[in-house]
């Protein structure tokens, strides 16, 4: 099975090795026989319903930001057809707050985003910086973590009703406050998490990489077959005990 992957503004969207999760999940899909297709969409570049199995974005500076807002805006009804047809995505930081519907920057500018995610985001004075864990149970099964590492102005508001990636063991989060982190809409994942965030959260790559195959089948999300992850526990282990430890201070 060949997935196909929609890499969106990788030219400008990529901090913190954010285009290190498209390694990850290369490398993962191929031990278990599934090949990546990975197509990069720039600017003027809209994908068309059914193209993507999987489409990703990593973060950016408010001035990359600035720089693909509008295009990422006028995107924005392919990009919801897309997810309302069970394509998987995961969106990075920068990216995951202009799959909401704007980031305002600390000047107030405001930034239009591809009204995917049912949320808003507003920056604000301090940058919330440093590891973050995270305790997630949208796949079912007993809560998994996540550990990584953010570094933003942007405070996230989710919309009523709208469901978090997970709540925060250690860390700022969305905004600090709410002690929730990212949101998780149909198989669309948006995160503050760098890292990059995969190569220490092995499952998560998985659980993505088996919806992004549902959506190739039109079946269910495969079991895949488990792997030799020793190193990538460790890097979790390490990652986990930092935020515990420093994570979620200015
Ligand atoms: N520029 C955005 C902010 O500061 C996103 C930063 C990022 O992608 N790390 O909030």
């Not at 503004?9 to 990546?36: C, H, K, Q, S, T």
């Not at 489409?55 to 392919?78: F, N, T």
């Amino acid at each position: 099975m060949r997935l196909r992957v929609g890499h969106l503004y990788p030219d400008y969207l990529n901090i913190y090795a954010d285009r290190g999760n498209i390694a990850v999940f290369a490398r993962r899909a191929a031990l278990r026989g599934l090949e990546l297709d990975v197509t990069a969409i720039g600017l003027g570049e809209t994908p068309a319903q059914g193209d993507y199995d999987l489409l990703y974005v990593g973060g950016g500076q408010d001035r990359e930001q600035a720089l693909i807002a509008p295009d990422i805006a006028a995107k924005g009804p392919a990009l919801a057809e897309a997810v309302a047809g069970g394509a998987a995505v995961l969106a990075v930081c920068g990216g995951y707050q202009l799959l909401g519907r704007f980031y305002r920057d600390r000047y107030g500018s405001e930034l239009p985003g591809a009204a995917v995610l049912p949320l808003h985001t507003v920056a604000g004075e301090r940058r919330m910086i440093g590891d973050v864990l995270l305790e997630c149970s949208f796949a079912g099964g007993p809560p998994r973590t996540i550990a990584g590492f953010e570094n933003h102005a942007g405070r996230t508001v989710l919309d009523p009703g709208a469901e978090p990636l997970g709540r925060v063991v250690a860390g700022f989060g969305n905004d600090g406050s709410t002690g929730l982190e990212g949101c998780i809409l149909g198989r669309a994942i948006g995160t503050y998490l760098h890292g990059p965030l995969l190569p220490r959260n092995p499952w998560l790559a998985d659980w993505i990489l088996a919806q992004a195959a549902a959506h190739r089948s039109g079946g269910e999300p495969p079991e895949l077959a488990p792997l030799d992850d020793r190193l990538e526990a460790e890097a979790h282990a390490v990652s986990a005990e930092r935020a515990r430890a420093r994570g979620g201070r200015y």
